[in-house]
């Protein structure tokens, strides 16, 4: 389910887990620091309470101590009882001593309040404040009896105000003690919190490495493995292999990173095999201009050559069989023999005569006179010259123009590449077969399509199609040259020519493409569609 969110979302649930280890890092050291810290103030706060606490208890002790005491050495006096002559100093001395332990005790209970804002257990100071409690309450009372400016003289007062003084040197004797036995007891109290943190640092700790370890296999998983499958894969694809297609199971950019890298090598591979196909055909072609080129350099020296002595033949045998008709008449099987090489001789002698003068055909070579032709017109003109032919009167020829198509051919030459076209199609279906023709414009080129659905080509047939000499028509006739010259035209006009088929017996279909004349007239033709038949 996390593989096919998105990294915006995967980088958020990483950026979670990073946040969960830093806190949970920083909260362990935070509360061992703070721990340590309320440690140490606290023994600072206390033993700067501790002087306090002494010095009340010595205030209180000596405020009894200036009760108790006889200011007076003479034998009258009594060590219990002061004189009324020594009432004024007794009663200074006390006020004195008196505000000292108000002053010592306001001193103790500030610093006692301000220890309360601590919180660690040695600030535990219940019994602390149940005293100073006590205290205040005495000292109000020892206010309360010291009111009286005769106090000392009062026997009865004073044995009150030497009970409360009793009580106050008590309760100010047990601060210090309560201290004391609270730092005895806070190695204890410190040995509790320490193993609590050392468990709480345990705790985060494992936490935290269970975390590292998740964030770090969500980041291999996440992006470091899908990199890596990118990068062998993208090697993989720059060494040659393009039908290799990386494979991610993801459904996030990393994914869709691997789809764009599959697509563009599909293309890639396309066009790899397109341009192998390209620069296989292109071999082919100049492989097979150069050999129309060796055919018509050798055809320019011979013909001349062939012709003369064929014509000597021909004549020869001719004039041979018009004088056996005079030394041998009738009907003699010899003479009769005799008559049918000779004519066997002129025919062959014809037909290499024939050959020779395709053979010049070929090798004509020159400036050709280029100018605006109508190729509807053109094709339709050889369509009506073929279709009285009576080889051809069972076999339907169509041809449906869409408008005049004008290009910058010479008119002959290009008569003669549909002569071939359309003738070679016939010869190829049988009777009841139908040759389609096409014509169109394709951008800046007219195109000839011619379609049958006769005996079709091999793969063979169609390498060596245009090749000088190569035939394959039924029956064995042809010289073969026919689409030789048909590819040399076209070549020439700046065209290409193609055959496709789907196999023997599938019929075949031959495109022509010339280019297109820069402008072309419009005239009344544009306005017709035709519809030719040949049948």
């Known amino acids: 389910m996390l593989a096919k969110w998105p990294i915006r979302n995967k980088l958020l649930v990483g950026v979670g887990l990073l946040t969960v280890l830093v806190a949970t890092l920083s909260t362990s050291g935070f509360l061992g620091l703070y721990a340590y810290r309320s440690l140490v103030r606290s023994l600072h706060n206390r033993?700067?309470?501790?002087?306090?606490?002494?010095?009340?208890?010595?205030?209180?002790?000596?405020?009894r101590v200036s009760v108790t005491a006889n200011p007076s050495e003479g034998a009258a006096a009594s060590a219990d009882q002061p004189q009324p002559s020594d009432a004024d100093t007794v009663r200074d001395r006390f006020r004195t001593n008196f505000d000292a332990v108000q002053s010592a005790f306001e001193d103790y209970s500030s610093q006692l309040a301000q220890n309360d804002q601590d919180d660690f257990l040695i600030n535990d100071r219940s019994s602390e404040r149940a005293v100073v409690a006590q205290m205040q309450e005495t000292i109000a009372r020892l206010a309360d009896l010291a009111e009286s400016s005769a106090w000392p003289l009062d026997a009865k007062r004073l044995e009150q105000l030497n009970s409360q003084l009793d009580s106050a040197q008590g309760l100010s004797g047990k601060l210090p003690s309560f201290l004391y036995r609270r730092i005895h007891d806070l190695a204890g109290e410190v040995r509790g919190r320490y193993r609590t943190l050392i468990i709480l640092t345990w705790l985060t700790t494992i936490l935290a490495l269970v975390t590292f370890v998740l964030l770090v296999h969500?980041?291999?998983?996440?992006?470091?493995?899908?990199?890596?499958?990118?990068?062998e894969g993208s090697r993989v694809v720059a060494a040659g292999n393009f039908?290799?297609?990386?494979?991610?199971?993801?459904?996030?950019?990393?994914?869709?990173?691997?789809?764009?890298?599959?697509?563009?090598?599909?293309?890639?591979?396309?066009?790899?095999?397109?341009?192998?196909?390209?620069?296989?055909?292109?071999?082919?072609?100049?492989?097979?201009?150069?050999?129309?080129?060796?055919?018509?350099?050798?055809?320019?020296?011979?013909?001349?050559?062939?012709?003369?002595?064929?014509?000597?033949?021909?004549?020869?045998?001719?004039s041979l069989e018009g004088r056996l008709a005079e030394i041998a008449p009738g009907d003699d099987p010899q003479s009769e023999l005799v008559r049918r090489y000779l004519r066997m001789i002129q025919t062959e002698a014809f037909r290499c005569k024939e050959i020779t003068e395709k053979l010049l055909d070929f090798s004509r070579l020159g400036d050709v006179q280029h100018q605006p032709t109508d190729l509807s017109e053109l094709i339709q003109g050889v369509i009506d010259m073929v279709r009285h032919l009576g080889k051809y009167q069972k076999k339907?020829?169509?041809?449906?123009?869409?408008?005049?198509?004008?290009?910058?051919?010479?008119?002959?030459?290009?008569?003669?590449?549909?002569?071939?076209m359309i003738t070679n199609a016939l010869d190829a279906v049988d009777s009841g077969g139908v040759l389609t023709i096409d014509l169109h414009t394709t951008g800046e080129f007219a195109e000839m399509v011619f379609t049958d659905n006769g005996c079709g080509m091999t793969q063979e047939v169609l390498e060596h199609?245009?090749?000088?000499?190569?035939?394959?028509?039924?029956?064995?006739?042809?010289?073969?040259?026919?689409?030789s010259i048909v590819y040399r035209i076209v070549s020439e006009h700046g065209g290409q020519i193609e055959a496709t088929s789907a196999g023997p017996a599938k019929g075949s279909q031959l495109r022509i493409t010339l280019p297109l004349a820069e402008s072309t007239p419009t005239d009344s033709h544009k306005e017709n569609t035709h519809h030719y038949q040949a049948a």
């Open 47 to 63: 033993a700067a309470e501790l002087p306090l606490a002494t010095e009340l208890a010595q205030k209180v002790s000596d405020l």
């Open 465 to 483: 199609l245009f090749e000088p000499f190569f035939t394959r028509k039924r029956g064995g006739q042809g010289t073969g040259l026919g689409l």
């Open 243 to 318: 039908g290799y297609r990386i494979q991610l199971d993801s459904q996030d950019e990393m994914a869709e990173l691997a789809r764009s890298l599959n697509d563009m090598t599909s293309r890639f591979q396309a066009i790899r095999d397109d341009l192998d196909h390209q620069v296989q055909l292109r071999t082919r072609q100049v492989v097979r201009s150069e050999q129309l080129a060796s055919v018509g350099f050798l055809a320019a020296g011979v013909s001349h050559e062939i012709n003369n002595p064929l014509a000597s033949i021909a004549m020869c045998a001719e």
């Open 396 to 420: 339907q020829i169509n041809f449906s123009p869409a408008g005049p198509v004008v290009a910058e051919v010479n008119g002959q030459e290009i008569k003669q590449v549909v002569l071939n």
């Open 218 to 231: 969500l980041f291999y998983r996440w992006v470091f493995r899908p990199l890596q499958v990118l990068l």
